[in-house]
């Protein structure tokens, strides 16, 4: 078989983990023997070989389609992972003329809202199958061992409102607003104003209803606008994990309106996912499974990007930042768990097998991906010019191991 030959070949070249093949009575391994990451993938369609060669999109499509099964996806994430850079070497001599020929995704005002609704309108109901309570779709932190994930999200959240200073005295923008986790702990456990964002029909009319349930009608506004398009004078800006949607033409762009809607003394805390520094040039306009797929017209910046992005169209000064990298891992594990217990409901619901190995698959591949830390996540402190305050520590002993 030519292509199942041709995938061998390129399977040659892995020297960052072991990974064993199974295609009826043929077996095969690769990679070094005494190699620590270790993954059996049994190949159920010769589709699969066609799929290996093109890259992530066709490989996780053929394992949507059952094509093919894994004792240890993550493992097999991180295996890819790791030789990644290897393959960077290869890719960046291309990358200038590779994204001049890309047709890239532009999050116009109209393809934001289309992006967004590709993922973030698939159902409430969706989302519910694996989110906690507080239905927060961003990395927890993981302050104890014994915590359950809805009390590391109000770790998380409450990380967020400490940094910011948050007072009654407050009004709060905050951009993304999700299913309205944040605005509801803010105004809630701070007392101040919150008028916070989205551009999600589902999440809007989630939040909404949220915030009148709360009874916080009062001190919540929940708005459906463009971030480009807000008005108005804020003390604090909040962002959680809504930059990875701005697209990589627009981060000036973003960041010139969260200056341009904070008061002189003002404070904004970012909660971002990053990709490392040295491949963003490769990976911002690089099309594949999860940009394809799962985030259309994603873009991850890196905190390099942030820094000058910052300096060069705002006011604001860093000043403090915070990886919490190694709290994803558990965060996306017990997603996953909590969608895969919950897959008779998913069927109900109307969402198909094929469906719901392709999210599974979307949780095992970022798990990897922050295990290896290929990406990463971080909280960006950043002030406008007339703060004079002291910035609030917050980091503790991780007692969690990913």
């Known amino acids: 078989m030519i292509a199942r030959t041709l995938a061998s070949a390129v399977l040659g070249l892995l020297r960052e983990g072991r990974i064993e093949l199974v295609d009826g009575d043929w077996r095969r391994a690769f990679g070094p023997a005494d190699a620590r990451l270790r993954a059996t993938v ?59 020929l890309t047709r890239i995704p532009r999050n116009t005002r109209g393809g934001a809202r289309r992006a967004i609704a590709a993922h973030y309108d698939l159902g409430n109901d969706l989302f519910r199958l694996f989110l906690d309570e507080t239905m927060t779709y961003s990395c927890a932190v993981w302050e104890s061992p014994d915590m359950t994930l809805a009390e590391a999200q109000e770790a ?21 607003t999700g299913w309205g986790s944040f605005a509801l702990h803010a105004a809630g456990r701070y007392g101040c104003r919150v008028t916070t964002t989205t551009i999600s029909n589902e999440q809007y009319a989630l939040a909404a209803e949220r915030v009148r349930e709360a009874g916080l009608d009062d001190r919540v506004t929940v ?12 003390s604090k800006l909040a962002s959680i994990e ?5 697209g990589w033409q627009y981060f000036d762009a973003f960041f010139s309106s969260c200056s341009r809607l904070l008061e002189p003394d003002g404070l904004m805390l970012l909660q971002a996912i990053v990709v490392d520094d040295r491949a963003f040039e490769i990976e911002k306009a690089a099309r594949g499974f999860l940009t394809d797929v799962i985030f259309p017209a994603g873009c991850l910046p890196s905190v390099e990007v942030i820094s000058r992005s910052t300096a060069r169209a705002t006011d604001m000064r860093m000043l403090d930042l915070e990886d919490i990298t190694a709290d994803y891992p558990r965060t996306l594990r017990e997603w996953r768990e909590n969608f895969v217990r919950n897959a008779d409901r998913a069927a109900e619901l109307g969402y198909d097998r094929r469906f719901r190995r392709l999210w599974e698959l979307y949780l ?32 503790v002993e991780r007692a969690v191991v990913a």
């Open 42 to 100: 049994h190949v159920n369609d010769r589709e699969f070989w066609r799929a290996l060669p093109r890259g992530g999109t066709p490989l996780a499509e053929c394992y949507a389609a059952d094509g093919w099964d894994c004792d240890d996806v993550v493992s097999l994430v991180r295996i890819g992972a790791r030789q990644l850079p290897r393959v960077d070497v290869l890719r960046r001599p291309f990358t200038p003329l590779r994204n001049a």
């Open 223 to 234: 708005l459906f606008e463009d971030y480009r398009d807000l008005r108005g004078s804020f």
């Open 242 to 246: 809504m930059i990875e949607a701005v």
């Open 364 to 395: 095992y591949w970022c798990e990897g991906g922050f295990l290896e830390r290929r990406i990463g996540d971080v909280q960006v402190l950043l002030a406008k010019p007339a703060y004079r305050g002291s910035p609030v520590r917050t980091r």
């Open 156 to 176: 998380k959240l409450d990380r967020v409102c400490r940094k910011l200073e948050l007072t009654p005295d407050d009004h709060v923008i905050e951009i993304g």
